[in-house]
């Protein structure tokens, strides 16, 4: 069992930044791919980006390729996403998903575990 929770969203200008970050709980922490998501109001949920077990492989939505960096720190169970150059199309509720190392990293049914979420909002 994994429980995560999400921090560092908020309401920021177009052009700014955000680092959000994702506290997992659990031993096994290592051995997840972890990946970020995020759900617009009346869209559907999707992918963002991914990091495998070790932090050696990334993978990214196209269209935030470039601006933001996943990243994971294993000895404090922490998964981070920094987040540049925002836009307002990047508003949306961010989640965090625990997912197998073994299931491909973009999609949303290899997750099992998820936080609540946190509120990205990007004003122009």
């Known amino acids: 069992q994994v ?6 969203g908020g309401l920021v200008q ?3 930044s955000l680092r959000l970050s994702c506290a997992a ?4 922490f290592s051995s997840y791919t972890m990946g970020w998501f995020r759900q617009a109001p009346g869209k559907e949920r999707e992918f963002v980006a ?3 077990w070790s ?4 993978y990214y939505a196209d269209s935030v390729k470039g601006r933001f960096t996943i990243s994971r720190d294993n000895a404090k169970n922490t998964v981070y996403l920094q987040m540049n150059n925002l836009k307002p199309e990047d508003t949306a509720v961010y989640y965090c998903a625990a997912g197998s190392a ?3 990293a973009e999609n ?8 609540q979420g946190t509120q990205v909002t990007v004003s122009s």
């Open 3 to 8: 429980q995560l929770v999400e921090s560092g």
């Open 14 to 16: 177009a052009g700014g």
């Open 25 to 28: 709980s659990g031993r096994t």
């Open 50 to 52: 991914a990091i495998d």
């Open 55 to 58: 932090g050696g492989r990334t």
């Open 102 to 104: 073994s299931a491909p």
């Open 108 to 115: 949303i049914y290899s997750y099992k575990y998820w936080g």
